[in-house]
């Protein structure tokens, strides 16, 4: 690491603990997330639907709704917006 006081030494790792674990699945997957109202719609006759992902289950669990692409969007626009008024 070039920006690091101390660059000539290495680590050898022994052993490593995990402090807590992670729950075996998320409370929704991504994908379900991302999908419009439309092709939710247009799967539900097909053998295998999309599940629809409730409003209360995507506020409880944002910081998985916020990793979404349409959620996601607009904090990006939002950033590129706030980064211009500052350059102005």
Known sequence: VA???VSHAELAVERCF??????????????DASRTEAEIE???????PFSRVPIEQRLDHRW???????????????SAVCQLFREA
Do not use: K, N
């Open 18 to 31: 995990a402090v807590t674990r992670s729950a075996p699945a998320l409370p929704f997957q991504l994908d």
């Open 64 to 78: 998985i709704d916020l990793r979404a692409a349409p959620a996601g969007s607009v904090l990006r626009v939002r």
């Open 3 to 5: 920006s690091a006081s």
């Open 42 to 48: 247009a799967s539900e006759a097909t053998e295998r």
